[in-house]
């Protein structure tokens, strides 16, 4: 077993005791679990090393044969029994077989029927579903089915379900059958160093170069020494803001190069680790406020972080409707709500000029709304100013509350206020959000106008 963990450590550390767990459950000659609950945190290696440990398994064990699979791709009890009896079988979508098995399965009984015919009662067998919650909207028979799976068809097969929620939250009141449970916690800040420590060999390849005399002077300063204090500073920026491997590893690969450029140039040696973070600060600074946007670095091998607005407005890649929909936010941020109908409307009426008024808009700097921040506003005003900007009609779909959801996610929105405190992208559809910040500047919104075609300040007061 020793040997197993090891190799599985290799490529994905800090995690053995989830592999000694794996490996007693699925080990060679025994009877598997009829079902394995896995449940954790997102980005905590639960499919990954699932995936690892069973594609070394079954290259060991030619009798293992795995299936494995999303219910979010396999949305219907049809293309679910389908991939589940394709894979397991060892059949391959061709041209020969117009990319389908020979028989239809949509209901429960001849999905068990075809496990029966088509399957070896030699062989062992192990199904992975990932994204098992999905499974709660599906037909109500399935969750059971896949728990009993053995017991239905005599094989050797055992079914693993793979969720971020805990299994509590599949209880019905006609009650499930036990289950193996197995919870996979999150990485600590020691896990993650290790991990973004292994990543010494890539982070030095990135660093280009022609590798002459120079760069091999150079290039030998950036020790595993160096690289750990590299990592160090790293997390202490980012680690109470990020847990997700994935976006650190990407996010510590990009900055690396601006934290080697000034030994490249030689300004600061590489033993003095204050200075290079200093040097390194604004760069992890700009970093930590775009790291889930996956902008990248302003150029290729710089690792320079992007700093402009203009820039990160034309890189920001969003759909056609989220462009209108900050727009619109913008404009409900920085206009007041009286003034929304002599805006957007045609017939908004004749509007008398009073001194007051006429003092009122003599404006200051400091006293324009877009100086003074933005404000808060409903999703009504917001859905309202949208489709009065829009040229086309649109209609009020969850594809669009989505969109606002995505882009409080991205930052470019905030909760001023909500029934559930505001946490949670799902406020958005469920109608629990009531009240919007948008967080853009001036020069950020007048860029997404120009790639719409559209002119921001025509509908703003300051510039009446």
Known sequence: MEAFVKQIAGVLPCRDGYVRQLYRYYRKGDQFPPALYIYGQSST????????????????DESLRCAQLSTISCYTNKILFETIVRQLEGAELSQSN???????????????????????PARSYVIVVRHAERLRDMAHNLLPLFL???EATGLNVSVVLVSSLPFEKFYTKAGLPPVVKLFVPE???ADMQRILMNDYAPHVQGLGGQRSATDQLW???????????????????????????????????????AYCEPVRDGTIPAHDSMKLWRNITKTLRAALSTMYMRLGTKAAGSGVAPDGTAWLAQNLELPYYAKYLLIAAYLASNNAAKEDRRLFMKNHGKQRKRLQTVNACAKVTEKMTTKLGPKAFNVDRLLAIFYAILDEQVGLTCNLLAQISTLVHLKLLTYASSAEGGSGGSAMLDGSATRLQCTVGMDFILQIGRMVGFNVRQYLTDFF
Request: glycine letters at 4%.
């Open 45 to 60: 290696g639960k499919g990954a090393i699932l995936r690892e440990v069973l594609r070394c398994r079954s290259s060991a």
């Open 98 to 120: 117009h990319y389908s098995i020979d028989c239809k399965l949509e209901y429960a009984k001849d999905f068990l029927a075809a496990l029966r015919q088509r399957l070896d």
């Open 148 to 150: 009993q799976l053995p």
């Open 187 to 189: 990485y600590t800040r």
């Open 219 to 257: 290039l030998a300063a950036i020790t595993e020494e160096f690289h750990r204090n590299y990592v160090s500073l790293f997390l202490g920026t980012f680690w109470k803001v990020c847990r997700d491997v994935k976006e650190l590893r990407l996010v510590a690969a990009e900055c690396f190069p």
